[in-house]
């Protein structure tokens, strides 16, 4: 008789065996195959969870409404109000407003994503605890990895742009200085 691998095997040494998730699928995220888990979680910390997944898409509902508002707004601005736009008082036509409203709304796509993984925390962390369901609680808990994991790439990104920001001001002043000794 062949055994599946799959298949829980008593002669079988537990090191050769997959670890099981509560899904019967085979963990793949155990790194230590003594490790069991057994989180129980209180009523209380349902309680919080449940408060946290309300906030967290009302956070994400304002940064969805804060992206269309300043997306419509700076639209107004630099393709509606053209002589109002900073380029008009420089003489620059409307493909300079356009180019900054690209800019803008690349700027502004970037903060889409965050808030997009925000909101399906909370939504998904909302089903989990409303179905008692742990794969919707590990779904939540995945979008919450993502909506951190991005923003805390992001703002490495913006202190390294700041960083060399400050560096070229720094070296364009010092340059400028010695230009007119």
């Known amino acids: 008789m062949e055994s599946n691998e799959n298949e829980f095997n008593p002669q079988q ?7 099981q998730s509560a899904y019967g699928q085979p963990d793949q995220h155990v790194t230590n195959p003594s490790f069991k888990s057994k989180l129980e979680l209180t009523i209380f910390s349902i309680e919080h969870l449940r408060e946290i997944a309300k906030w ?10 804060g992206i269309g508002i300043n997306v419509l707004g700076l639209g107004f601005f630099f393709l509606l109000a ?3 736009s ?6 620059l036509n409307i493909f300079a407003g356009f180019a900054g409203f690209i800019g803008f709304v690349f700027i502004m796509a970037l903060y889409f994503l965050p808030i997009l993984w925000l909101y399906r925390f909370g939504d998904n962390l909302k089903k989990a605890i409303d ?4 794969a919707e ?14 923003v805390g790439i992001l703002i490495i990104c913006f202190l ?5 920001i400050i560096v070229f001001s720094m070296l364009g002043g010092l340059f400028a200085a010695m230009g007119t000794l």
Do not use: C, Q, T
Request: proline share 8%; net charge positive.
């Open 13 to 19: 040494p537990n090191e050769h065996r997959p670890e």
């Open 86 to 91: 900073p380029f008009a008082a420089e003489g």
């Open 137 to 150: 609680l590990e779904s939540a808990f995945g979008f919450l990895k993502k909506h951190y994991k991005y």
């Open 56 to 65: 967290s898409k009302f956070l994400a509902i304002i940064g969805f409404v």
């Open 160 to 164: 390294v742009l700041y960083g060399l």
């Open 131 to 134: 179905m008692n369901n742990s």
């Open 82 to 84: 053209p002589n109002m």
